[in-house]
């Protein structure tokens, strides 16, 4: 955890570097009508500077254990270990490549899987309408086959009225 926080210091410590020069204290100062002169400004900016690295410094160790990111980091060996055991030592991880049409491409994969999922089931039920229809619709036919035959029986079968 130290080597954590050692990197962090110097990183944050050169960018805040790079953000803020003795020069520009002294371009700022004398913007505004005073005068420095680049040993207190140095000093000025140091100063500054530790204090606020002092600040970032106390934050990350404050989230750090907050957050058990020591113990999450001791567990990255067991998970890498654990994923050499079930997919090989030459396995390759997910690896982006910085265009969103490729590196959405897994998530895509199994919206779409879901989605015909999904409309395969649609088929299925919509299949079993249809034969249910198919039935119903040859009993009725049925039905109203045998109510024709009635009905021609019946008026066969009736006398046709005399005048």
Do not use: W
Request: proline share 2%.
């Amino acid at each position: 955890m130290d080597n954590l926080q050692e990197s962090f210091r110097i990183l944050c410590y050169k960018i805040a570097d790079e953000a803020f020069k003795s020069k520009d204290l002294q371009r700022l100062s004398k913007s505004n009508g005073c005068k420095v002169d680049k040993k207190t400004a140095g000093e000025i900016r140091e100063r500054h500077l530790q204090q606020f690295l002092t600040g970032v410094m106390d934050d990350f160790s404050k989230t750090c254990s907050g957050e058990e990111i020591e113990a999450k980091i001791a567990r990255l060996a067991d998970i890498r270990e654990e994923a050499i055991e079930r997919h090989g030592a030459d396995a390759q991880g997910y690896r982006p490549v910085g265009d969103p049409r490729f590196d959405t491409l897994g998530i895509q994969m199994k919206c779409k899987e879901a989605y015909c999922a999904r409309l395969q089931e649609e088929i299925e039920a919509l299949d079993e309408r249809i034969v249910e229809n198919k039935t119903v619709n040859e009993q009725n036919t049925r039905v109203v086959k045998q109510l024709a035959e009635n009905i021609k029986e019946r008026l066969a079968s009736k006398s046709p009225p005399t005048d």
